[in-house]
């Protein structure tokens, strides 16, 4: 199956901070990829989606400035929080889509960032 | 509007069968998933089905679906202590492309 990887895979800093998680897809090309973000014991929270190239489309309420999202090839996606504050400590978790050989388009999830801001 | 609903816990016994159930309400889903998510972890695809399909069996794994009720269930058959996570239900409006609606989540607990 696909793999998709996340780089932190657990982050603590201090807050004003700025934190960057990468997200790749290591054995196909991601023509999209999205950023979730997962609170305790709730359902995972869509926070963007972005194309190879192109500007990323941010969900209603999601602060495009203070969440970064550069998507630089078709492996690779990243998420910068700006300024961290303790209420952006999360589960960030992205996820790319894409088609393997052969089969459909399918949406594919990496391991998740934990974010701690203290 | 969107919704996706999933009953929050499920226990069982080692070697029962589970049955995790999902309803939805827009009745233009073109796909329907199940994901797994184990503590700590991303999610991975379990299954998904075609809103044109009944049901799909996969080794252990049964999905039916019942487009007229907009309803969909997940059956784990001898289920497992490896089996204990959290199951999403997720249904997809356009076409394999399209983003997705996840449910809650039912955290199933498999007891020894």
């Known amino acids: 199956g696909a793999v998709v990887s996340q780089h932190p895979s657990w982050v603590i800093c201090k807050s004003g901070t700025s934190v960057k998680i990468e997200c790749r897809s290591l054995?196909?090309?991601?023509?999209?990829m999205f950023w979730y973000r997962q609170f305790p014991k709730q359902s995972l929270m869509l926070m963007a989606t972005s194309n190879e190239g192109s500007k990323a489309t941010y969900e209603q309420g999601v602060e495009k400035d203070k969440f970064l999202i550069n998507h630089a090839s078709l492996t690779l996606s990243t998420l910068t929080v700006t300024s961290a504050h303790p209420e952006d400590s999360s589960f960030y978790i992205c996820?790319?889509?894409?088609?393997?050989?052969?089969?459909?388009?399918?949406?594919?999830f990496g391991p998740g960032t934990r974010l701690t801001v203290t | 509007g969107e919704d996706v609903e999933q009953s929050l816990f499920l226990s069982v016994r080692e070697g029962d069968s589970s049955v995790i159930n999902c309803t939805y309400t827009?009745?233009?889903?073109?796909?329907l998933y199940w994901y797994k998510q184990e503590p700590g972890a991303g999610l991975q695809l379990l299954t998904y089905i075609f809103s044109n399909m009944d049901m799909k069996q996969d080794q252990r794994l049964t999905v039916l679906l019942n487009k007229k009720d907009k309803h969909l269930s997940l059956r784990i058959a001898d289920t497992q202590t490896g089996d204990s996570a959290i199951y999403f239900c997720?249904?997809?409006?356009?076409?394999?492309?399209?983003?997705?609606?996840f449910g809650k989540g039912t955290k199933l607990s498999v007891k020894p």
């Open positions: 827009d009745s233009s889903s073109t796909y």
């Open positions: 996820s790319a889509r894409g088609v393997l050989a052969g089969g459909p388009y399918e949406q594919y």
């Open positions: 997720a249904e997809s409006m356009g076409g394999s492309q399209g983003n997705l609606i």
């Open positions: 054995d196909f090309q991601a023509t999209t």
